[in-house]
């Protein structure tokens, strides 16, 4: 791993790339950075600390367009590379002031977005959103794709719901034998996927629902760790979190 110099002193949320070379990363103050050399190199598209809201997630469609998700109900778009972010009217989200978490995009070309008092919604492009009935009341914290149209919302202790159809489906609660919250994950491909949480638990789901605990021993010396994020890297898994980045073995689909 190697530190990049960066034009801003402000929590970073997430990142996303289109290709190899072109990537965001948003955070606090509605800042938006980009790459164009895969990111050696990153310039400000968007900060504006006047604005006290924090962008979340970020999903990159193509070379040009991306959207952006955070705090009081805060969505950003562009498509022209981030010359320009337009804040997106979405009434479902924005008038409640309800904070956006995660947003994802499925295999569908679908737009899935998650946040604070079980929200859930989808899009087509990003630009229209369209509010889903939740089966939770609490926060979910992330979504990812569930097959070929669904998705699975994950959020506070332990609560998981997944369902076949973004768009239309029932969402059904996923046991995942564990009370502990999750931020973050990595779909591994073969209707397998990874979550990560609080208490360093890594958990593997199939696209059967059966759900298993990865072993994390060997990151933890001491208490337990909370882990925000992961990323596949060949048979290995990097899981990111409160003491940095740590490697675990998995078995590939």
Known sequence: WKQVPSPVDVALNS??????SIGWAV?????????????????????????NSPLFSVQALSKTTAIA????????FTEDGGATWTDISAPEFNAESLHVNAVARLPSG??????????LGVSDDGRQWRRIPSPYEGSF????PWGAEGALAFGMRGNAYYTTNADTGTWSKLE???TASFFGG????NDKLILTGAEAQVLMIDGQQKVERVDTSSLVSGPPIILTGA??????????????AKTLQVQRP
């Open 15 to 20: 990142v996303a790339f289109a290709d190899a």
């Open 27 to 51: 955070g606090h103050d509605a800042l938006v950075l980009a790459t164009t050399d895969g990111g050696q190199t990153w310039k400000i598209q968007n900060f504006q600390p006047a604005l």
């Open 69 to 76: 998700v955070g705090a009081f109900g805060l969505l950003k």
């Open 110 to 119: 679908k737009l899935v977005a998650v946040g604070e008092r079980g929200l």
């Open 141 to 144: 914290f992330g979504v990812l």
């Open 176 to 178: 995942l034998g564990t």
């Open 186 to 189: 990595q779909v591994l491909g």
């Open 231 to 244: 990323a596949s890297l060949g048979d290995r898994l990097v899981a990111i979190g409160e003491t940095g």
